[in-house]
């Protein structure tokens, strides 16, 4: 597998040993596109690159898997501009765009960056949701953009380091909400956008798509059992698209409805056998295996359930996190890499997922802000963003203490981690709160952690992973449905539970949502208690000054006043600083 990269400036000599340089790293050539400018496959990186193919005399490299070709085909030859039948789905792509504009791209359902050399700019496309990425960078007067910021950490003109303010950022969410990254001056396309690089440093953003909120009266009209019916047809649609032609498909099942209601779907659809696949951390921990195991009887799966320990846990977490772009304070990225292992090893190369349900359909997670907002006194849109950054739970409240004296005064002249979610959580495209907080979800953990960990851990080993639940049209409609069909009363996501109440036992479907729970505590007292305190204590990390080793020696101990959510946090300061040794930083 590859990943791509293209650079380009008004140094055509200069753009070419640049862009040697950054194939190089990943152990490809380069290829000339024109004057000034080029565009190359990086070997060794996981991705699906693709290219370089020429439209009208421009050229592109990119990452694309497209869902509905046919009707993309279609709409050019409606255009007067058919596109050759076979070609790849990037080079339909930018066919797209050089005749349709931004309306063609918006058309487009499916995983894809595209990166063009348009003269002497870079244009970068990157799909509606963000289940792939890539980023872009400048030095000596050029641009350089890849789907691998491995590659633009070692581009020789990049003069980089870490990013402090991403740092703070990643210690609030537990993962990067926006454009910015661990490298300094580096940063990420964000997704819906078409993104002009242009060769004076300019930049120019153009937003193509984003989901819409229907006026209440106009949604009133709709009966409820209506959105279910639409709902469902759209959830049909996009599970068919997904699937496999002529081959088995994995579905990975943790028992919740969401995954569940996938997996009934994909065995309806297919004409190929489904295999499901499912987690263990042990018997003695609350998990959902029962109520997977009843799906996977239910629909008639191949099923398997992984058993996951924490010594393998230890053992693979460092080669894991090195695999991401931005690092994820997720402790299921290593089961999750087992997961892909064991669908690529039963020769499967596509895997479906319910990832989705939550930030698209009013999961649970959105009740501390809905009972914040209903007890809050002061009036401020700022007050709002602090909430939901406490919501999170992560390391937001304590990084006073957990930071060094030095770092913090660095980022004193830095902007607020607020910046990335205050935009959402005003009244704009959507005026009912549930529908803002849905909005800020899609755009920053459901881009920036769900879709991009996904993405990277399976196609690290050949396998891609799909989202039927991130599906653009069956988001437009979640967004179009009124907020009291997501959350009606007491019952988180009715309208989508409503559309596939008849594929599922009402067991699954009107369970309470209770979730995995990952060991993390039993594991950082366990087996990865050598492996962080070396890591954390130890004089590289002293060296670096970011955290104050007396800080993370208490939460060690499990002292202090973080009890009982002490674990998590370390937890993310442990991948903070795995994710940086892997990058040399």
Known sequence: MARCCACTGSDSGRARAHLAAIAEAGGSGGTALGSGAMAALIAGEPGYAEGPFTVDGVTAVGEATLHNRAELLAALTAAGTPAPPACPDGELLLHLWRRLGADGVRQADGMFVLVVVDGTDLVLIRDHVGARTVFYARADGCWAASTSLRALRHWPALATGVNLAAVRSFLTFAYLPGEETLLRGVSEALPGRILRLSADGSTREERYWEPAELLPAKADEIPPGEYAQQLRTLLEQATARRLPVGEDVAVLLSGGVDSSLVTALAARLHDRPVHTYSISFGDELPNELGYSGLVAEHCGTRHRVLSVSGSEVAARLADT????????????????????????????????????????????????????????????????????????????????????????????????????????????PMHSLLNQLLHCNLRTKGAHHILTKVERLTASRGVQGRSPLFDRQVI??????????????????????????????????????????????????????????????????????????????????????????????????????????????
Do not use: I
Request: proline share 10%; hydrophobic share 40%.
């Open 321 to 428: 996190v090195a695999l991401l772009d931005s690092p994820v304070g997720d402790p299921l990225t290593v089961p999750n890499l087992m997961l892909a292992e064991a669908v690529a090893g039963d020769g499967l190369s596509v895997s479906l997922n319910g990832e989705g349900g939550d930030p698209v359909f009013g999961g649970p997670k959105n009740l501390p802000m809905l009972v914040h907002e209903m007890h809050r006194d002061d009036p401020a849109p700022e007050v709002r963003a602090e909430a939901y950054l406490r919501s999170y739970r992560k390391c937001y409240e304590d990084l006073p203490r957990l930071l060094t004296p030095g770092a913090l005064r660095m980022l004193e002249a830095e902007p607020l981690p607020r910046r990335f979610v205050a935009p959402y959580l005003r009244p704009g």
């Open 476 to 585: 437009d409609h979640a967004f179009a449905t009124p907020p009291r069909l997501k959350l009606n009363g007491t019952v988180e996501k009715w309208v989508l539970k409503e559309a596939v109440r008849d594929l599922l036992p009402a067991t699954v479907t009107d369970r309470p949502k209770s979730g995995m729970r990952v060991p993390v505590q039993q594991w950082l007292r366990g087996p990865l208690r050598d492996l962080s305190g070396d890591l954390l204590l130890g004089r590289q990390a002293r060296d670096r000054g970011l955290v104050r080793p007396d800080t993370v020696r208490t939460w060690m101990r499990r002292e202090g006043t973080l009890l009982p959510r002490q674990g998590g946090k370390l937890w993310l300061v442990l991948t903070l600083e795995l994710w940086l040794r892997a990058y040399d930083l």
